[in-house]
C-alpha cells in the first residue's frame, strides 16, 4: 500500500465513522426546574443514551411568560427549536394563531403512538378544531397535603391513620378551627400574597364543584358561584386559620415545618415530601388526599397538564427527519412515564396510568385516579391558561380578598372590570 | 481634505482666510464617527421610529397589524389605568430623588472627613450598587418576609412589606435608595475633592467654620454636581421597572404599577403591541419634558 492510498483509506474510515456517530440533533426547550427539571434531564439522558439516531439537548427557561414570550418571537422569526414543553390549557390560544404546527396521526403512528393511549379529556385538550397540537405529558391537580400528628391531635384522623372525610365547605371550617383550638398551629398553609396563582386555582374549582363558570363568550360570568366561592375562602382568612400574604415558597415551609396542618398545593410537591421523608428532614408523617368536595357532590379541582409541542417555524420549517426525532423522543418519554410520575404528576399515557409499578408509587396512589378524573382546566380562550393575562388579573385581586384589603365585592368587580376590557380588546392583526 | 488643497486653492475660490483654522472636517470626521453613527442610527433612532409607526398601528406581539392612525393615542388620554401608572411612577420618584441626593452627600461629607478608614467606609458605602437588581431584590425579599425574615425574627412584625399597598411602594423605593446612594456619594466625594482647601484656609481666616463654611462654601461649591446628581436620579426614577416588576409586579391590585411596568404588561402578557407603543413614546415624550424643566429650573439656581 502507498502511502496515498493509506492516507485515503483512513481518511475514508474516519468520514465513515464520524457519518455514523452524527446523530440528529433536537433542540428542546422547556420550562422544568427543580425535581421536574431533573427528572426531565434523566430522562432526557436515557434517551440520548438508548440510541444513536437523535441526540436530544435541551434548554431550560425560566417558567410562564419569559418562556412563552421566548417561543412566540423565535417561531415568528423563524428561530424556534424542534421541541417545546406546553400547558395543554394554552392550546386554545395557540392554536388558532398558528404558532403550533399540527402533528398527524400518521407522524405519531410511524412513532408509535395514538389517540387510544391517552386519558380521553387530555387528548381532547391537546386538540384543537380536530387537529392535534401537542402530545399530553401529564395531569398536575392540586391536592390536599395534611400533617398527620396535627391531625391527629385535633381528632381528624380515622382508625387505620387516613384522614377523615371532608365534604363541604363546613366540615373543612370545622377541621382548620379543631387544629386551631388543639394545637395552635395554623389549619392551611396556601400561597396568597399578591400576584399568587393559588387562589385563582382554587377559586376556579370552588366555581366548578358549584357548577359554576367563569368566562362565557368573552365575558366573566362567575355571578353567585364565583361571590360564594370567594366569601368562603375569605372568611378562613377572617377567623386567622391561614396566614395572610405568604408567598410560594413561604406556605411550602410553612406546611415542611409543621405550623400549618394542611397545605393545598399542586401535585408538584409530592417529591419535597418523598425525598424529606426519605431524608428525615421532614419533621412529622404527612398524607395525600384529593382536594376535598366543598359543595354538593362534585369533586372538581384545578388542574393543567404539560405536553410536547413542535413551534411552527413557518420561516424554517422543521425538517421530516426532526419531526421523527421529537416524535420518537416523546414516545420514549411516555413509556418510561413512571420517572416523570414520580414528580407527583399524573401520566396522561394509559398504559403507564394503569400499569402495576406506577400505581405501587406512594403516595401517588392515593390522589391520581381520583385527581385526573375530577380535573378541571382554566376557562378556554386566547386569554386564559397557564401564566396569560386572565389568571395575572385574577392573582391581582382575589390575593387583596384574602388579605383583607379589599372587599369580596369589590375586588371581584374590579376583577370583572379589568378582565373584561381585556377580553374585549383582543388586537386583530 | 480641503487643507491639502490650499494655499492655491483657497486663493482661487476666494475663500476667505479665516475659514483656514477650521478644524479638518469633513470626510475624514465623518468616517471616524461612522460605526458609532450606524450603531446609533440602527439601535437608537431606527427603534425609535419602528415603536412610533408601531403606536398608529393595531398589533400584537409578533405580527404588525392595520394602521389605525391616533386610535391608540386617544385611548390613552382616556386610559385611567395609564394616568394611575403615571402617578405610581411620579410618587416613586418623589420618594427617592431628593432622599437619594441628600443621603449620597451626607455620606460623601462623613467619608470626606474619615482619614485612615476612608478607602473602606467608601467602599462599604458604594458595595450594594455593584449587586445586580436580582440579588438586591432577593436579599430585601429575605429580609423583609413577613414569616421567616430577619426583620420579622428581630420585631415580630408580620407586616407584609410588599403586599400592602401602603407599604409597597415606600418599600420599594427604600430598597432602590440602598442600592443607588453610593453611586452618588462617589458623584460628591469627587465633587469636595476638587474643592481646593486654600478656599476653606481663606474663609476660616474670616470665621467662617462648621454650618456656615458648609452653607457658604461646600453647598455653592458642589452646586454643579448637585445638579448633575437631581438630573441623573430623575431620569433613573421615572425609568423604574425592574424593582417593581421583581419585588411587587405592579401589586397589591395595581397599587405600584408604574409605567414601564404597565407597558410590559400590555406587550407581553395582554399581547397588545400597538398600544404598548403608544404607551411608550407617550412616556418618552413625558420623560424629555420633565428633565427639560428640571434642567431649565436648575439652571436658573446657578
Known amino acids: 500500500m502507498t502511502r496515498l492510498t493509506r492516507l485515503l483509506t483512513l481518511g475514508a474510515l474516519m468520514s465513515g465513522a464520524a457519518l455514523a456517530q452524527q446523530p440528529t440533533k433536537i433542540t428542546f426547550w422547556n420550562f422544568l426546574g427543580g425535581g421536574d427539571g431533573a427528572r426531565m434531564k434523566t430522562l432526557i439522558d436515557g434517551y440520548n443514551d438508548s440510541q444513536k439516531k437523535y441526540q436530544v439537548q435541551q434548554t431550560v427557561l425560566a417558567w410562564g411568560v419569559p418562556f412563552y414570550t421566548k417561543v412566540r418571537t423565535s417561531t415568528s422569526v423563524g428561530q424556534a427549536p424542534d421541541l417545546i414543553s406546553f400547558h395543554l390549557s394554552r392550546i386554545s390560544g395557540w392554536a388558532p394563531e398558528n404558532l403550533l404546527r399540527p402533528i398527524t396521526t400518521q407522524e405519531l403512528a410511524s412513532a408509535g403512538l395514538k389517540q387510544a393511549d391517552f386519558f380521553p379529556k387530555l387528548w381532547q385538550a391537546a386538540n384543537y378544531q380536530g387537529k392535534t397540537y401537542a402530545v399530553p405529558l401529564d395531569t398536575h391537580p392540586m391536592i390536599l397535603y395534611y400533617n398527620k400528628d396535627i391531625a391527629g391531635k385535633a381528632g381528624l384522623l380515622d382508625a387505620s391513620g387516613k384522614l377523615k372525610p371532608i365534604n363541604s365547605v363546613a366540615d373543612f371550617t370545622a377541621a382548620m378551627k379543631a387544629v386551631k383550638d388543639k394545637t395552635g398551629a395554623y389549619g392551611l398553609a396556601i400561597e396568597n400574597g399578591p400576584n399568587s396563582y393559588m387562589g385563582w386555582r382554587m377559586w376556579v374549582s370552588m366555581v366548578a364543584q358549584q357548577g359554576g363558570q367563569i368566562v362565557k363568550d368573552n365575558k366573566v360570568v362567575a355571578g353567585e358561584a364565583g361571590k360564594k366561592a370567594l366569601t368562603d375562602m375569605v372568611n378562613w382568612f377572617k377567623a386567622g386559620y391561614i396566614q395572610k400574604n405568604p408567598d410560594y415558597p413561604t406556605s411550602v415551609a410553612q406546611f415542611t415545618t409543621g405550623k400549618a396542618a394542611f397545605m393545598i398545593n399542586g401535585v408538584w410537591e409530592v417529591p419535597t415530601m418523598v425525598d424529606g421523608t426519605k431524608t428525615k428532614k421532614l419533621p412529622f408523617a404527612y398524607g395525600v388526599a384529593p382536594l376535598p368536595k366543598f359543595y354538593g357532590n362534585q369533586q372538581n379541582v384545578w388542574g393543567d397538564s404539560h405536553g410536547f409541542a413542535i413551534p411552527n417555524n413557518a420561516k424554517n420549517p422543521i425538517p421530516a427527519d426532526h419531526v421523527a426525532g421529537a416524535l420518537d423522543f416523546i414516545a420514549y418519554v411516555q413509556k418510561n412515564g413512571v420517572t416523570w410520575g414520580q414528580g407527583g404528576h399524573i401520566p396522561a399515557y394509559l398504559p403507564v396510568a394503569n400499569s402495576a409499578q406506577y400505581n405501587a408509587l406512594k403516595p401517588n396512589a392515593d390522589y391520581a385516579k381520583a385527581s385526573a378524573s375530577n380535573v378541571t382546566y382554566d376557562p378556554p380562550g386566547w386569554y386564559s391558561g397557564a401564566a396569560g393575562p386572565l389568571e395575572a388579573i385574577a392573582a391581582k385581586y382575589l390575593p387583596a380578598a384574602f388579605a383583607g384589603q379589599l372587599s369580596v365585592d369589590k375586588a371581584l368587580s374590579m376583577f370583572e372590570n379589568e378582565a373584561n376590557k381585556l377580553m374585549a380588546g383582543r388586537p386583530k392583526p | ?302
Open chain 2, 1 to 302: 481634505m480641503r487643507d491639502t488643497l490650499t494655499p492655491q486653492a483657497r486663493v482661487q475660490t476666494g475663500v476667505p482666510r479665516t475659514t483656514r483654522r477650521r478644524p479638518p472636517g469633513g470626510p475624514i470626521a465623518l468616517l471616524m464617527l461612522a460605526p458609532f453613527l450606524i450603531a446609533y442610527l440602527l439601535f437608537f433612532v431606527f427603534p425609535i421610529g419602528r415603536a412610533v409607526q408601531l403606536s398608529l398601528t393595531q398589533s400584537s406581539l409578533t405580527a404588525t397589524g392595520p394602521f389605525v392612525g391616533l386610535a391608540n393615542y386617544v385611548q390613552l388620554v382616556g386610559d385611567s389605568d395609564f394616568w394611575a401608572s403615571v402617578l405610581h411612577t411620579g410618587t416613586f420618584a418623589l420618594y427617592t430623588v431628593i432622599p437619594v441626593t441628600l443621603l449620597g452627600l451626607l455620606m460623601a461629607l462623613a467619608v470626606n472627613r474619615l482619614v485612615r478608614a476612608r478607602n473602606f467606609a467608601q467602599a462599604l458605602f458604594f458595595l450594594p450598587f455593584v449587586l445586580p437588581v436580582s440579588v438586591v431584590t432577593l436579599l430585601w425579599q429575605w429580609i423583609l418576609n413577613s414569616s421567616f425574615g430577619l426583620v420579622h425574627a428581630l420585631t415580630g412584625t408580620e407586616v407584609a412589606w410588599f403586599g400592602e399597598p401602603g407599604t409597597a411602594m415606600p418599600t420599594v423605593a427604600f430598597v432602590t435608595v440602598w442600592w443607588t446612594v453610593g453611586f452618588n456619594m462617589l458623584l460628591f466625594l469627587a465633587g469636595l475633592q476638587n474643592v481646593s482647601k486654600e478656599v476653606y484656609e481663606a474663609a476660616e481666616l474670616d470665621g467662617a467654620v462648621g454650618w456656615k463654611s458648609f452653607r457658604f462654601i461646600t453647598w455653592p461649591l458642589l452646586w454643579p454636581v448637585t445638579t448633575l446628581v437631581l438630573t441623573l436620579q430623575l431620569i433613573s426614577s421615572l425609568k423604574i421597572f425592574s424593582q417593581v416588576y421583581i419585588l411587587t409586579g405592579g401589586g397589591p391590585f395595581n397599587s405600584t404599577r408604574v409605567v414601564l411596568e404597565y407597558m410590559y404588561d400590555t406587550a407581553f402578557q395582554n399581547l397588545d403591541a400597538g398600544y404598548a407603543s403608544a404607551i411608550a413614546v407617550a412616556f418618552f415624550l413625558i420623560i424629555l419634558l420633565v428633565s427639560l424643566v428640571q434642567a431649565a429650573l436648575l439652571r436658573g439656581r446657578s
